[in-house]
């Protein structure tokens, strides 16, 4: 439960804020979110993330793109069954494979690009499968979603961030069980004023 908890979590911020460093224009309209609805005058707190949608569609998007588990956990049918066509034993080990269907291009439009806003149509949520589905969906999917939005908005909120250079972050996968970020993740950043009134205060 601590690895599933801590390293997913973190990897996912890794990812959530690769491709933020990729993408300026989204970065930049989520610290407008942040900074219009909540101000320069406190942090951000775990219920203001309810109220920043724009915040809440670049985490999915983020599980959408870089699902941390690409492959579910094994799955057996206690039956005999016919999935997809093919005839499966029961007993048989199965993996869904979400990394590739969350790719799909006959689900998801343009799957190959970073878009936030595809989420805007509350019917894109529904083929999101990176914590399972159904009883056999991870307990932990609504602590992840807290604590991913609540910790990516405040580094948003707190600091400046940029690329080390010219070029973008690579986003390659390595190649594991668990999906991280080939090269880790190294940009500059720069406290925001907030800061400093925060610690002052």
Sequence with gaps: MIFAGSETIAWTLEWAMLNLLNHP???????????????????????DTINLPYLQMIVLETLRFYPVAPTLDPHMPSDDCMLAGYDVPRGSMLLVNIWAMHRDPSIWEDPEMFKPERFENEKQKQKLLSFGIGRRACPGIGLAHRVVSLALGSMVQCFEWQRIGEEYVDSREEPMTLMRPATPLLAMCKARPIVHKILVS
């Design 25 to 47: 224009e989204v970065l930049k309209k989520v610290r407008a979110e942040i900074d219009t609805k909540i101000g320069f005058d406190r942090l951000i707190d775990e219920p």
